[in-house]
């Protein structure tokens, strides 16, 4: 099992790339740098792959909409060849709220482009000249649109490698069931190891049914915040913020895949009730109805021995790669939990 954490520079950029180096050696495999409606993640990464030497560098996520899928292939490419073959593509939908809000562009068959966005991906890295028919892109264009004077091309320098990595980020049984089909991970949300089967395992094993032997097994990526002690479980209430904005703001009345993730683990009131409130903009109080037992089992916050336990069991779930987010007051107290963790999961 690997041991990931996100990128977080609320503290400054380069200060916390400054200190990835510490991670590095506490035993850190990998580094995902999310982008939203902020600075863009690709020159964060590329800074991060001069600063670092073993560290895997992965995006998480770069969303399919905000670029074409060839300027994707490029910049993975480019990614990857900067960091020595170190970086792994992480892509996702993201939401209406960021590509539409944000981005001006609507958010339209986010399965069908994911598809599609991949396989054009791996015709650019195979330094194929891109042809590509398919209902959401077309490359080159077609007779009648544009200038007419497109033609296939191939991208000029020579990839690092010919198959980088493609992580996807998805919760909803069709989105899952493509990621266990195409992609080499999955990076689901609010990952709860004892109820994963019941929610995802059709999905996961129709995808895996179609997967090309070539992709090996599925990386499964899990999420969870990270404290170990014997006084740190109060901790896990600083993740019902978070909780309640993606349950109950991240989307419209029956267009929230994160309301929908809540109901089928269970909490079918909480979910409805959250959403409610946080839409009229009671947001602490959405907060307070975040199930209790949710923010325990998709975390590593508490003893020594319920942390072993919980990381058996993403282990027996198929999780095998752990993003952690460590939770301390210092920068050597957040490395000293990197290297627990690491041992724990050795």
């Known amino acids: 099992m690997r041991i990931g954490m996100a990128l977080n520079y609320a503290g400054g950029f380069k200060e916390s790339v400054a200190e990835l180096a510490d991670y590095e050696k506490a035993g850190l ?7 939203a409606y902020s600075f863009d993640a690709v020159s964060q990464m590329g800074y991060i792959a001069a600063k670092t030497e073993r560290l895997q560098i992965a995006s998480g996520i770069l969303p399919i909409y905000s670029r074409t899928p060839t300027l994707l292939a490029m ?17 996702g939908a993201s939401g209406p709220q960021v590509i539409e809000g944000f981005h001006g562009v609507p958010y339209t068959a986010p399965l069908g482009r994911t598809r599609e966005v991949i396989e054009i991906c791996r015709q650019v890295w195979k330094r194929e000249r891109v042809q590509y028919e398919g209902r959401h892109y077309t490359v080159p264009l077609p007779p009648g649109q544009g200038t007419g004077l497109g033609k296939p091309l191939k991208i000029i320098n020579h990839p690092v490698r ?9 919760i909803g049984p069709k989105n899952v069931q493509l990621a266990a ?7 689901p949300i609010f990952y709860m190891p004892e109820k994963a089967a019941d929610v995802w395992g059709a999905a996961l094993a129709a995808g895996k049914a179609e997967r090309d032997p070539e992709l090996g097994e599925l990386d499964v ?7 170990i002690g014997d006084d740190v479980a109060g901790l896990r209430e600083f993740g019902r913020p978070m909780a309640a904005l993606y349950i109950g703001g991240m989307g419209a009345k029956g267009r929230n895949f994160y309301n929908d993730l809540a109901r089928r683990y269970g909490y079918e009131k909480e979910a409805e009730q959250i959403q409610d409130l946080y839409l009229e903009g009671k947001k602490d109080e959405a907060a307070a109805l975040v199930p209790a037992e949710l923010l325990e089992k998709t975390s590593l916050i508490g003893s020594e021995g319920f942390v ?3 990381v058996q069991a993403l282990k027996e779930s198929g999780v095998t790669t752990l993003n952690v987010a460590p939770i301390a007051s210092t920068h050597e107290e957040r490395v000293r939990l990197i ?5 724990i999961v050795a």
């Open 162 to 170: 010919s198959r980088i990595p493609i992580m996807v980020a998805a």
């Open 29 to 35: 495999d990998i580094v995902f740098v999310a982008e």
């Open 308 to 310: 072993r336990d919980r």
């Open 221 to 227: 990526v899990a999420h969870a915040t990270l404290a």
């Open 339 to 343: 290297e627990q963790i690491k041992e």
């Open 75 to 91: 910049t993975a490419a480019g990614l990857d060849y900067v960091s020595d073959g170190r970086f792994t593509l992480g892509l």
């Open 181 to 187: 089909e195409l992609a080499e991970g999955w990076e």
